[in-house]
Protein backbone atom coordinates (compact mmCIF):
# COMPACT_ATOMS: atom_id res chain seq x y z
CA UNK A 1 0.00 0.00 0.00
CA UNK A 2 1.47 3.18 -1.14
CA UNK A 3 0.95 5.95 1.66
CA UNK A 4 0.17 9.76 -0.05
CA UNK A 5 2.36 11.68 1.44
CA UNK A 6 0.89 14.94 0.32
CA UNK A 7 -2.04 14.18 2.43
CA UNK A 8 0.34 12.76 5.01
CA UNK A 9 1.95 16.27 5.25
CA UNK A 10 -0.94 18.46 4.97
CA UNK A 11 -2.19 21.52 2.14
CA UNK A 12 1.14 23.22 2.57
CA UNK A 13 3.41 20.10 2.38
CA UNK A 14 5.46 20.95 5.57
CA UNK A 15 4.95 19.47 8.75
CA UNK A 16 7.18 18.78 12.01
CA UNK A 17 8.67 15.44 11.57
CA UNK A 18 6.89 14.56 15.44
CA UNK A 19 3.47 14.70 13.87
CA UNK A 20 4.63 12.50 10.77
CA UNK A 21 6.18 9.91 12.84
CA UNK A 22 3.14 9.83 14.90
CA UNK A 23 1.06 9.01 11.51
CA UNK A 24 3.67 7.05 10.47
CA UNK A 25 6.32 4.55 11.17
CA UNK A 26 9.54 6.21 11.67
CA UNK A 27 11.19 3.20 9.66
CA UNK A 28 9.02 4.55 6.43
CA UNK A 29 9.61 8.37 6.96
CA UNK A 30 13.79 7.09 7.31
CA UNK A 31 13.20 5.55 4.02
CA UNK A 32 10.89 8.45 2.35
CA UNK A 33 14.08 10.63 2.96
CA UNK A 34 16.59 8.49 1.79
CA UNK A 35 14.94 8.14 -1.56
CA UNK A 36 14.01 11.95 -1.62
CA UNK A 37 10.68 11.75 -1.48
CA UNK A 38 10.81 13.94 1.51
CA UNK A 39 13.37 16.70 2.85
CA UNK A 40 14.44 17.81 5.85
CA UNK A 41 14.93 21.58 5.08
CA UNK A 42 15.41 22.35 8.69
CA UNK A 43 15.98 20.43 11.96
CA UNK A 44 12.64 18.88 13.43
CA UNK A 45 10.66 19.49 10.06
CA UNK A 46 9.86 17.58 6.94
CA UNK A 47 8.52 18.89 3.11
CA UNK A 48 7.17 17.69 0.03
CA UNK A 49 10.29 18.52 -2.41
CA UNK A 50 8.39 20.96 -4.25
CA UNK A 51 7.43 22.72 -1.33
CA UNK A 52 10.92 23.22 -0.32
CA UNK A 53 11.52 25.04 -3.69
CA UNK A 54 8.70 27.98 -2.87
CA UNK A 55 9.18 30.85 -0.43
CA UNK A 56 5.66 29.78 1.35
CA UNK A 57 7.23 25.87 1.64
CA UNK A 58 10.25 27.84 3.53
CA UNK A 59 8.56 29.83 5.51
CA UNK A 60 6.32 27.17 6.86
CA UNK A 61 9.47 25.32 7.97
CA UNK A 62 11.02 28.52 9.55
CA UNK A 63 7.92 28.67 11.63
CA UNK A 64 7.81 25.34 12.20
CA UNK A 65 11.38 24.72 13.23
CA UNK A 66 11.90 28.21 15.22
CA UNK A 67 8.38 28.03 17.14
CA UNK A 68 8.50 31.89 15.99
CA UNK A 69 7.09 34.00 14.12
CA UNK A 70 8.22 35.77 10.31
CA UNK A 71 9.63 39.33 10.88
CA UNK A 72 10.54 42.16 8.34
CA UNK A 73 10.32 42.13 4.96
CA UNK A 74 8.66 38.45 5.19
CA UNK A 75 5.71 39.51 7.37
CA UNK A 76 4.99 43.07 5.33
CA UNK A 77 4.41 40.62 2.29
CA UNK A 78 2.33 38.18 4.27
CA UNK A 79 0.77 41.73 5.54
CA UNK A 80 0.83 42.69 1.62
CA UNK A 81 2.65 45.91 2.37
CA UNK A 82 5.17 44.80 -0.17
CA UNK A 83 4.52 42.79 -3.47
CA UNK A 84 7.53 40.42 -3.33
CA UNK A 85 9.10 38.73 0.46
CA UNK A 86 12.62 38.21 -1.79
CA UNK A 87 14.57 35.13 -2.14
CA UNK A 88 15.20 34.78 2.15
CA UNK A 89 12.93 33.89 5.09
CA UNK A 90 13.25 36.11 8.41
CA UNK A 91 11.78 35.06 11.38
CA UNK A 92 12.06 36.08 15.78
CA UNK A 93 13.24 33.16 17.23
CA UNK A 94 13.12 34.47 20.66
CA UNK A 95 16.28 36.07 22.47
CA UNK A 96 17.13 32.37 24.36
CA UNK A 97 17.06 30.29 21.19
CA UNK A 98 20.14 28.91 20.11
CA UNK A 99 20.47 29.59 16.75
CA UNK A 100 22.70 26.57 15.14
CA UNK A 101 23.43 27.33 11.40
CA UNK A 102 20.62 27.56 8.93
CA UNK A 103 20.50 27.14 5.42
CA UNK A 104 21.42 30.73 3.39
CA UNK A 105 17.55 31.32 2.46
CA UNK A 106 16.85 31.62 5.95
CA UNK A 107 17.67 34.80 8.34
CA UNK A 108 16.90 34.53 12.19
CA UNK A 109 16.77 37.08 14.57
CA UNK A 110 16.59 36.47 18.51
CA UNK A 111 14.42 38.65 19.67
CA UNK A 112 11.22 38.39 21.40
CA UNK A 113 7.42 38.82 19.90
CA UNK A 114 4.94 39.88 22.66
CA UNK A 115 2.25 40.81 19.89
CA UNK A 116 1.73 38.91 16.57
CA UNK A 117 -1.23 38.04 13.92
CA UNK A 118 -1.42 35.41 11.70
CA UNK A 119 -1.38 35.69 7.73
CA UNK A 120 -2.07 32.65 5.27
CA UNK A 121 -1.42 30.38 8.71
CA UNK A 122 1.44 31.66 9.66
CA UNK A 123 2.56 33.69 12.10
CA UNK A 124 3.46 37.30 11.31
CA UNK A 125 4.88 40.09 13.76
CA UNK A 126 2.48 43.07 13.13
CA UNK A 127 2.58 45.84 11.13
CA UNK A 128 4.25 48.13 12.60
CA UNK A 129 6.68 45.98 13.74
CA UNK A 130 7.90 44.55 10.95
CA UNK A 131 8.17 48.13 8.74
CA UNK A 132 10.84 49.31 11.76
CA UNK A 133 12.36 45.47 11.73
CA UNK A 134 12.64 45.41 7.79
CA UNK A 135 14.52 49.14 7.73
CA UNK A 136 16.75 47.43 10.46
CA UNK A 137 17.45 44.38 8.29
CA UNK A 138 17.98 46.50 4.64
CA UNK A 139 20.51 48.81 6.50
CA UNK A 140 22.83 45.89 7.89
CA UNK A 141 26.00 44.79 6.12
CA UNK A 142 25.38 42.83 3.08
CA UNK A 143 22.43 44.44 2.48
CA UNK A 144 21.95 46.50 -0.90
CA UNK A 145 20.64 50.15 -2.46
CA UNK A 146 16.93 47.50 -3.37
CA UNK A 147 16.28 46.66 0.21
CA UNK A 148 16.39 50.42 1.45
CA UNK A 149 13.99 51.37 -1.68
CA UNK A 150 12.01 48.30 -0.52
CA UNK A 151 12.10 49.56 3.13
CA UNK A 152 11.18 53.36 2.20
CA UNK A 153 8.65 52.13 0.35
CA UNK A 154 6.76 50.23 3.22
CA UNK A 155 7.28 52.93 5.47
CA UNK A 156 5.53 55.27 3.05
CA UNK A 157 3.16 52.90 1.55
CA UNK A 158 2.05 51.65 5.60
CA UNK A 159 1.26 55.04 6.57
CA UNK A 160 -0.68 55.78 3.56
CA UNK A 161 -3.10 53.21 3.44
CA UNK A 162 -3.58 53.68 7.16
CA UNK A 163 -2.38 49.88 7.95
CA UNK A 164 0.21 51.94 10.70
CA UNK A 165 -0.08 55.46 12.56
CA UNK A 166 3.43 57.51 12.88
CA UNK A 167 2.72 56.84 16.71
CA UNK A 168 2.90 53.23 16.46
CA UNK A 169 6.30 53.77 13.95
CA UNK A 170 7.72 56.28 16.70
CA UNK A 171 6.96 53.84 19.56
CA UNK A 172 8.47 51.11 17.67
CA UNK A 173 11.35 53.27 17.18
CA UNK A 174 12.16 54.45 20.43
CA UNK A 175 12.63 50.57 21.11
CA UNK A 176 15.44 50.04 19.20
CA UNK A 177 17.83 52.97 19.79
CA UNK A 178 20.62 50.61 17.78
CA UNK A 179 18.59 49.95 15.20
CA UNK A 180 20.52 50.48 12.08
CA UNK A 181 20.05 53.02 9.85
CA UNK A 182 17.64 54.75 12.52
CA UNK A 183 18.42 58.45 11.57
CA UNK A 184 17.44 58.14 8.03
CA UNK A 185 14.12 57.09 9.35
CA UNK A 186 13.90 59.24 11.55
CA UNK A 187 14.28 61.91 8.88
CA UNK A 188 11.73 59.64 6.38
CA UNK A 189 9.42 59.62 9.45
CA UNK A 190 9.57 63.41 9.33
CA UNK A 191 8.95 63.86 6.13
CA UNK A 192 6.17 61.08 6.00
CA UNK A 193 4.30 63.05 9.25
CA UNK A 194 4.84 66.26 7.48
CA UNK A 195 2.56 64.87 4.32
CA UNK A 196 5.15 63.30 1.86
CA UNK A 197 2.73 60.36 0.65
CA UNK A 198 5.40 59.31 -2.26
CA UNK A 199 9.22 59.06 -2.76
CA UNK A 200 8.79 61.54 -5.70
CA UNK A 201 6.95 64.07 -3.13
CA UNK A 202 10.15 63.83 -0.46
CA UNK A 203 12.39 64.66 -3.44
CA UNK A 204 10.31 67.30 -5.09
CA UNK A 205 9.89 69.10 -1.78
CA UNK A 206 14.06 68.84 -1.42
CA UNK A 207 14.93 69.84 -5.14
CA UNK A 208 11.64 71.31 -6.59
CA UNK A 209 9.73 73.66 -3.78
CA UNK A 210 12.68 74.23 -2.00
CA UNK A 211 12.99 77.41 -4.06
CA UNK A 212 15.66 80.82 -2.95
CA UNK A 213 13.66 83.62 -2.31
CA UNK A 214 10.42 81.98 -1.84
CA UNK A 215 9.00 81.47 1.74
CA UNK A 216 8.97 77.77 3.02
CA UNK A 217 6.18 75.68 1.32
CA UNK A 218 3.40 74.35 2.83
CA UNK A 219 2.81 70.87 2.82
CA UNK A 220 -0.81 69.15 2.01
CA UNK A 221 -2.70 72.09 2.36
CA UNK A 222 -6.39 71.95 2.51
CA UNK A 223 -9.05 73.53 0.19
CA UNK A 224 -12.35 73.51 0.83
CA UNK A 225 -13.80 73.34 -2.31
CA UNK A 226 -17.51 72.35 -3.54
CA UNK A 227 -16.67 68.51 -4.26
CA UNK A 228 -14.66 68.45 -0.89
CA UNK A 229 -11.66 69.14 0.58
CA UNK A 230 -8.73 69.23 -1.52
CA UNK A 231 -5.16 68.33 -0.19
CA UNK A 232 -2.51 69.87 -2.02
CA UNK A 233 1.15 68.78 -1.92
CA UNK A 234 2.54 71.76 -1.62
CA UNK A 235 2.09 75.23 -2.10
CA UNK A 236 1.88 78.71 -1.01
CA UNK A 237 -1.74 79.99 0.40
CA UNK A 238 -0.78 83.63 1.19
CA UNK A 239 2.10 85.93 1.86
CA UNK A 240 2.99 88.32 5.01
CA UNK A 241 4.45 91.64 2.97
CA UNK A 242 5.18 94.68 4.67
CA UNK A 243 2.50 94.06 7.87
CA UNK A 244 0.01 92.80 5.66
CA UNK A 245 -1.36 89.40 4.55
CA UNK A 246 -1.13 88.97 0.81
CA UNK A 247 -3.31 86.16 -1.32
CA UNK A 248 -0.84 83.64 -3.24
CA UNK A 249 -3.43 80.67 -3.30
CA UNK A 250 -0.61 78.66 -5.68
CA UNK A 251 -0.49 74.67 -4.88
CA UNK A 252 1.70 72.45 -6.44
CA UNK A 253 1.01 69.29 -7.39
CA UNK A 254 4.02 66.57 -7.71
CA UNK A 255 2.64 63.62 -10.36
CA UNK A 256 4.17 60.06 -9.47
CA UNK A 257 4.35 58.41 -13.06
CA UNK A 258 2.18 55.53 -11.91
CA UNK A 259 -0.09 56.81 -10.37
CA UNK A 260 -1.27 60.02 -12.00
CA UNK A 261 -0.89 58.72 -15.58
CA UNK A 262 -3.71 56.23 -15.09
CA UNK A 263 -6.54 57.78 -17.41
CA UNK A 264 -9.33 57.76 -14.46
CA UNK A 265 -6.68 59.46 -12.29
CA UNK A 266 -6.23 62.24 -14.72
CA UNK A 267 -9.82 62.58 -15.19
CA UNK A 268 -9.92 62.95 -11.03
CA UNK A 269 -7.11 65.24 -11.27
CA UNK A 270 -8.72 67.24 -13.59
CA UNK A 271 -11.84 67.52 -12.00
CA UNK A 272 -10.10 68.69 -8.46
CA UNK A 273 -8.33 71.17 -10.16
CA UNK A 274 -10.93 73.10 -11.46
CA UNK A 275 -12.56 73.00 -8.19
CA UNK A 276 -9.27 74.44 -6.88
CA UNK A 277 -9.83 77.00 -9.50
CA UNK A 278 -13.71 77.91 -8.17
CA UNK A 279 -11.76 78.94 -5.07
CA UNK A 280 -9.52 81.22 -6.88
CA UNK A 281 -6.72 78.52 -6.60
CA UNK A 282 -3.78 78.21 -9.44
CA UNK A 283 -2.37 74.48 -9.41
CA UNK A 284 0.52 73.76 -11.29
CA UNK A 285 1.62 70.33 -12.06
CA UNK A 286 5.09 68.84 -12.07
CA UNK A 287 5.22 65.12 -13.80
CA UNK A 288 8.07 62.83 -12.31
CA UNK A 289 9.68 62.74 -16.17
CA UNK A 290 10.34 66.83 -16.09
CA UNK A 291 10.97 67.11 -12.31
CA UNK A 292 14.00 64.95 -12.92
CA UNK A 293 14.84 66.39 -16.20
CA UNK A 294 14.85 69.75 -15.94
CA UNK A 295 14.50 70.48 -11.98
CA UNK A 296 15.93 74.14 -12.56
CA UNK A 297 13.39 75.38 -15.20
CA UNK A 298 10.74 73.74 -12.72
CA UNK A 299 11.60 75.59 -10.23
CA UNK A 300 12.03 78.75 -12.24
CA UNK A 301 8.72 78.00 -13.40
CA UNK A 302 6.90 77.82 -9.91
CA UNK A 303 9.24 80.98 -8.77
CA UNK A 304 7.27 83.02 -11.87
CA UNK A 305 4.00 81.76 -11.16
CA UNK A 306 4.53 82.77 -7.32
CA UNK A 307 5.35 86.34 -8.20
CA UNK A 308 2.89 86.83 -10.70
CA UNK A 309 0.21 85.62 -8.31
CA UNK A 310 1.48 87.85 -5.50
CA UNK A 311 1.55 91.11 -7.94
CA UNK A 312 -1.92 90.43 -8.72
CA UNK A 313 -3.44 89.50 -5.29
CA UNK A 314 -5.18 91.47 -3.12
CA UNK A 315 -4.38 92.95 -0.04
CA UNK A 316 -5.90 91.69 3.72
CA UNK A 317 -4.89 93.64 7.22
CA UNK A 318 -2.45 91.52 9.13
Not at 189 to 205: A, H, R
Not at 218 to 225: L, P
Not at 263 to 272: F, G, K, S, T, Y
Request: glycine fraction near 12%; charge should be positive; charged fraction near 25%.
Amino acid sequence: MTTDLRRLLGPGGVRPSADVVRDAHPSSVSRWVATGRLLRPLPGVLALPDAVGTWTGRARAAEQWSGGHLSGRSALALWDVVASPGALVHVAVGRRRNVAPVPEWLRPHRVEVTEWGERDGLRVTMPARSVVEAWGHAHVRGAGPRDVELARAAVIGAVRRRMVTMRQLRSELLRRPRLPGRADLCVLLDLVEGGCQSEFEIWGLQHLLDIPGLPPVEQQIAVETRIGTVHLDGGWRRVLVGGRWREVRLGVELDGAAFHGAPDRREADIRRDAAAAAEGWLIMRIGHRRGHAEPDVCRADVAAAFHARLDHGGWRAA
